[in-house]
């Protein structure tokens, strides 16, 4: 029976060639797990603040450095509330530093007004599309009603309307799309790394190699 000596050494007592070597060897330790599952809480908390409901399920999203890369999500959305926190930037209470280029809208508020009272047949909504990585919305554009009466006169009025939340829906995936990668390029640096193998106690060879977990 032959014995082996392994000598290994925390992260900090290796020299600057073995701990490169081993920031290499381990870049996917951070993203072995639903690492994204915090960014897709915070998205739809985010939202919550903007009447916008999102469905977490629904939350897709392929990255980061190809092309056809991006995000999706369906929600569904309460327009006298997004309204009002576009005009006081509602977000910033639970995001106070995130700026949005958001508009209001440019279409008639009388029309804005009989889909606040519910004219529409369908709610209004943002849907994630089945193929690709991009949203739509859709205002379920009908005939509305205001009781009985049908205002066939106002398609103009609600195309500019769907257009604007069009935009709305655009930066919010873009948004959440930038904050995936963020969160992913901050795993995957050597500064995440590190803090990793020493958070876990991991001791390593000279040059590096899997690391070995310690056991008191």
Not at 90 to 105: G, V
Not at 122 to 127: D, L, N
Not at 151 to 159: G, M, P, Q, R
Not at 191 to 215: Q, W
């Amino acid at each position: 029976m032959k014995s082996i000596n392994l000598r290994l050494y925390s992260f900090d007592e290796l020299e600057k060639p073995a701990k490169e070597k081993a920031l290499v060897e381990y870049s996917d330790l951070n993203h072995g797990f639903d690492w994204w599952n915090d960014q897709y809480d915070d998205f739809v908390t985010l939202c919550s603040y903007l009447g916008i409901t999102v469905e977490k399920g629904s939350i897709r999203f392929s990255g980061f450095y190809s092309q056809g890369d991006g995000s999706t999500f369906s929600a569904s959305i309460d327009i006298p509330k997004l309204l009002t926190a576009i005009q006081t930037e509602a977000w910033k209470t639970y995001a106070p530093m995130q700026e949005f280029t958001f508009t209001l809208p440019a279409a008639d508020r009388r029309v804005i007004a009989l889909v606040a009272n519910g004219a529409l047949q369908e709610a209004p909504g943002i849907s994630s599309r089945m193929r690709g990585y991009n949203v739509g919305v859709d205002l379920g554009l009908s005939v509305v009603l205001e009781g009985s009466t049908p205002h066939e006169n106002v398609f103009d009025e609600l195309e500019k309307l769907q257009d604007w939340l069009g935009l709305v829906a655009v930066k919010l995936n873009a948004h959440l799309y930038a904050s995936l990668e963020k969160q992913y390029e901050f795993l995957t640096s050597d500064t995440a790394i590190e803090e990793s193998i020493v958070a876990n106690e991991y001791l390593l060879p000279p040059m590096a190699g899997r690391p070995i977990t310690c056991c008191n």
